[in-house]
């Protein structure tokens, strides 16, 4: 039975986004299967106060996690493709426009792209922020997306800016699960000299 590992992912984050390509990669060359859950951004930098409701440019920003929410709801096996989707509209071909990014997301993968006009509104904020509350409690306040949970232990990260394919994701994997299995390894880190790069 392949082992389990929950990702939680914010679609407008590069980082994130370039670590889901890493995993699917890992589940070529592993016996494992990703499940992928919903974070928010939003959520995390509110700090206290509630999300607003006349910065437009915000309220954009909250789109893509708002529609992911409502895909896990509402088609629970295609999450990891829109996920792929929506990655691919904002990070590899620039789409900024994040209310246009989700609707042809979800025209890609068969759904109806009226689901953004639900997206718009915080009519499924409840869902997402317990999603996102859900992996924050694995790891704490002070981190951000994407979240990696193996087995018993998570961890924000890890935090690559290129995709390692075949047996190099592998390895990298094995790395990531020997650390988690040490319960007294919390922080490994660099500072970071390159964007993420998506083919």
């Not at 995993?23 to 919903?38: A, P, T």
């Not at 922020?129 to 981190?143: F, P, T």
Request: some cysteine; glycine content about 8%.
């Amino acid at each position: 039975m392949a082992e389990r590992v929950d990702f939680w992912f914010d679609p407008i984050c590069p980082f994130a986004y370039v670590t889901s390509r890493w995993m699917l990669e890992v589940e070529k060359v592993r016996d494992v299967e990703v499940q992928w859950h919903v974070m928010s951004l939003g959520v995390l930098n509110e700090k206290g106060n509630p999300a607003p409701t006349e910065d437009e440019d915000i309220l954009a920003r909250w789109i893509p996690a708002r529609t992911s929410t409502i895909v896990a709801q509402s088609a629970p096996e295609k999450i990891g493709d829109f996920y792929t989707a929506i990655g691919t509209e904002i990070h590899a071909k620039g789409q900024r426009d994040f209310e246009a990014a989700s609707r042809t997301a979800l025209a890609a993968i068969g759904l109806d792209e009226a689901l953004v006009e639900e997206a718009k509104t915080d009519k499924h904020d409840e869902v997402m922020r317990a999603s996102h509350h859900e992996g924050i409690s694995k790891v704490g306040q002070d981190v951000g997306t994407p979240i990696v949970s193996f087995g018993d232990t998570a961890f924000f990260g890890p935090v690559v800016t290129r995709v390692p394919t075949g047996e190099e994701a592998g390895k990298i994997f094995d790395g990531a699960v020997a650390l988690a299995g040490y319960p007294y390894f919390f922080e490994l880190k660099r500072t970071r000299t390159e964007r993420p790069q998506v083919d």
